[in-house]
């Protein structure tokens, strides 16, 4: 390969960790998709495609506090004149934000309880017209899900490929309504739950370090797990 191909993609492969090219990604991609048993977790991020410089579609969570104090750049905390966008913590993370504000909420008198509630609500009504609003507008992501989901759904395959996300992509599911059949509408279960979600969390860690000491992580799972 020509030592002018860019490799700025970070790669993580049990212990190894390297940088590498686009290319060379889809190359490591396409022998994965070989394993019969075959799991694909879904972070948040994935909904997001930034062309030229500008959000196209889902904005990550801290492209969404970018825009917030874009246009609240004097959201303030609840009895206080520091703005919120001078904590560290909720500078780019506005769910820390809201998690503060609901136990701020819990704990305040009656009379303050609306005005914490207010800025809440103020936080929540600017999430969902970002997530709504660009929830099916970028057609350049949506091939890229509908091509990602022709590839792994296949009648060859022994064992039905589970995907699995940490976040309610709207883009995600939009594909999955698209690309799966009836024959394969039984093998599509969404389900959102704390506890299963805490499970997987526990159920990766495993799988890292079982990768770290080599071991062949389908052999040890056998084909039984799914969502």
């Not at 052999?219 to 797990?225: A, K, Q, T, V």
């Amino acid at each position: 390969m020509p030592e002018s191909v860019e490799k700025n993609v970070k790669f993580i492969k049990g212990s190894r960790e390297q940088m590498i090219s686009c290319d060379d990604l889809r190359s490591e991609i396409s022998q994965c998709l070989q394993i019969e048993n075959l799991n694909f977790l879904i972070g948040a991020g994935c909904s997001s495609y930034i062309k030229n410089g500008i959000e196209m579609a889902i904005p990550t969570m801290a492209g969404l506090a970018k825009s917030f104090y874009e246009k609240y750049p004097d959201f303030n905390l609840p009895k206080s004149k520091k703005k919120a966008y001078d904590n560290e913590q909720f500078r780019g993370n506005l769910e820390a934000l809201i998690n503060y504000l609901n136990s701020i909420a819990n704990v305040s008198a009656a009379n303050n309880r609306k005005t914490v509630s207010n800025k809440i609500n103020t936080i929540n009504g600017f999430i969902f017209d970002k997530v709504v609003s660009n929830a099916s507008q970028c057609v350049e992501l949506i091939q890229l899900y509908r091509e990602f989901y022709l590839r792994i759904v296949k009648k060859t395959r022994q064992t039905p490929v589970n995907v699995y996300t940490t976040n309610y992509d709207l883009y995600r599911v939009r594909q999955e309504a698209l690309q799966m059949s009836h024959a394969l509408a039984e093998a599509v279960c969404p389900v959102f739950s704390l506890s299963q979600f805490l499970f997987l969390q526990e159920f990766f860690a495993l799988v890292l370090k079982l990768l770290d000491f080599g071991l062949d992580v389908g052999d040890s799972f056998g084909s039984g797990f799914c969502h």
